[in-house]
């Protein structure tokens, strides 16, 4: 398969996640699919945890913010998701909580509803265990081209020398784990993400976990639950202002 095909075989599948240690390209990589979702799928909305901003390369679409649980409520139809270090909001331990439950109704919609996914996280086994069921694919991506063993140094360089050239083992969990491999050099794409975006975690407000609150648990929520969701959003408009900026880590 040639790099476009491997692409598209990418963009097909309806979970896929990009693993593996820190300052590898995640979002990154995260970023990139999800332009060339709109390149070559005309995908025109997308929701992401994460702020985006493609309108440098040419193709405009409608970035929304995902900040809260009750989105999976209701999923819109033809929709990507990105979801940015998805393990602070699906971690394994809590795969059985009700504050994970929304996932039931994510697994059932997301193919119903043609919708994408695509999440990033460090170790597989931090995951939660039901959306690991769900992943269709895996991206496990290195750079080729280390420059210093210190984290900062390195990134200071790769910028300077526009060297975002890595190489992705690409598991397609979907066909008896087909294993394909891609190298690409995705520089122009960092200023299209904030870099050292940190995303919140996701509100939890979804129709079941408010259905099993206490009556004192539920007057809590709901003083927090307008509070919480006009935090989540300041946080993801100031961090859009700062794409474009090429900030070290």
């Not at 679409?61 to 909001?89: L, V």
């Not at 087909?178 to 979804?206: A, G, S």
């Not at 609150?213 to 408009?237: A, Q, S, T, V, Y």
Request: net charge positive; glycine share 4%.
């Amino acid at each position: 398969m040639n790099q476009l095909e491997i692409l598209e075989l990418i963009l097909s599948r309806y979970v896929v996640f990009v693993g593996g240690r820190y300052s590898r390209g995640k979002s990154l990589i995260l970023t990139f699919l999800s332009l060339m979702d709109v390149i070559l799928n005309n995908r025109n909305n997308i929701y992401s945890n994460m702020p985006i901003n493609f309108n440098n390369s040419g193709y405009k679409t409608i970035i929304k913010p995902m900040i809260e649980t009750k989105f999976f409520d209701n999923i819109p139809y033809g929709i990507r998701m990105t979801w940015d270090e998805t393990t602070n909001d699906l971690p394994a331990r809590g795969f059985a909580s009700i504050k994970s439950k929304y996932m039931g109704v994510f697994g059932v919609d997301v193919a119903k509803k043609n919708c994408r996914l695509i999440g990033t996280f460090q170790f597989g086994d931090t995951l939660d265990k039901v959306m690991g069921l769900y992943c269709e694919l895996i991206i496990i991506p290195e750079y080729v081209n280390i420059y210093s063993k210190n984290t900062k140094e390195d990134n200071i360089k790769r910028v300077e020398n526009k060297d975002f050239t890595m190489h992705w083992i690409i598991i397609d969990k979907r066909d008896n784990d087909q294993r394909y491999e891609l190298t690409l050099n995705l520089y122009n794409i960092i200023f299209m993400y904030n870099t050292r975006f940190k995303p919140l975690p996701l509100w939890v407000n979804h129709e079941e976990f408010q259905d099993r609150l206490k009556p004192k648990d539920r007057e809590l929520f709901e003083d927090r639950n307008p509070k919480e969701i006009i935090k989540r959003m300041e946080h993801w408009n100031d961090e859009m202002k700062e794409i474009g900026k090429v900030m070290i880590r």
